[in-house]
């Protein structure tokens, strides 16, 4: 059964940087597509950025183009997303899932989630 185990969120200044993690078991990483979706308070989950099995394809929402980029290692059984020129409107639960087959940019089309990491940023 896959799992899915983010990291590295928590409280940083408008302006400045981090970088999530999420570690995949249970299943052959290579053969899926990974995303990451946040949700803010009150609100519905959205897509924020997506890569294929090789990490060659890559698609973002249009609201973080510029500045978070996502990455996968399939050695490590890791996907990360790199968050620079955080901006309060950013803050949210950012979410990892994973869909056995190509890259979506729907909640829909991922079949298996993370518990969250929580990002906060201030103004």
């Known amino acids: 059964q896959v799992q899915l185990v983010e990291s590295g969120g928590g409280l940083v200044q408008a302006g400045g940087s981090l970088r999530l993690s999420c570690a995949f078991s249970?299943?052959?990483?290579?053969?899926?597509?990974m995303g990451w979706f946040r949700q803010a308070p009150g609100k519905e989950r959205q897509f924020v950025a997506a890569?294929?099995?090789?990490?060659?394809?890559?698609s973002y929402t249009d609201s973080v183009k510029g500045r978070f980029t996502i990455s996968r290692d399939n050695a490590k059984n890791t996907v990360y997303l790199q968050m620079n020129s955080l901006k309060p409107e950013d803050t949210a639960v950012y979410y990892c899932?994973?869909?056995?087959?190509?890259?979506?940019?729907?909640?829909?089309?991922?079949?298996?989630w993370g518990q969250g990491t929580q990002v906060t940023v201030s103004s």
């Open positions: 890569v294929n099995w090789s990490g060659g394809t890559r």
């Open positions: 249970g299943g052959t990483f290579s053969t899926y597509a």
């Open positions: 899932a994973a869909r056995l087959g190509p890259i979506a940019t729907t909640k829909n089309y991922f079949s298996n």
